[in-house]
């Protein structure tokens, strides 16, 4: 993977904490969507700015999953991990969205 980026990560009402990679490369780039630090679904793309607005739809769908609504915003810290997908996170939250487009 080439510059790897958590995107944003959120705790469902169920439990389950979801999490969005995004990974730029050379000439394609990849969505990668973690559910509890298991790849849950992959998608490459051609274009970056199609990747970006993937990331961006699948934030509203957790969004709208979660019981408190945006949480986090995207200024404050993001906890240590040594993983894409840690094991603590609130509600969704965006991180450098816009900076990855």
């Known amino acids: 993977m080439k510059h790897p980026n958590l995107v944003w990560e959120a705790r469902n009402s169920d ?3 979801v999490s969005c990679l995004f990974v730029r490369g050379g000439s394609t780039h990849a969505v990668v ?3 509890d630090e298991i790849v849950f679904d992959l998608e490459e793309f051609d274009d970056v700015k199609a990747a970006g607005e993937r990331v961006g739809i699948l934030y509203a ?5 979660t019981p408190e609504g945006p949480g986090r915003k995207s200024g404050s810290p993001r906890r240590n991990s040594g993983s894409p997908a840690g ?3 609130g509600s ?4 450098h ?3 990855l487009l």
Do not use: I, N
């Open 87 to 89: 094991h603590s996170a």
């Open 92 to 95: 969704p939250t965006k991180r």
């Open 15 to 17: 439990g389950h904490l």
């Open 97 to 99: 969205l816009s900076g």
């Open 33 to 35: 969507q973690y559910v």
């Open 61 to 65: 769908d957790t969004a709208r999953r």
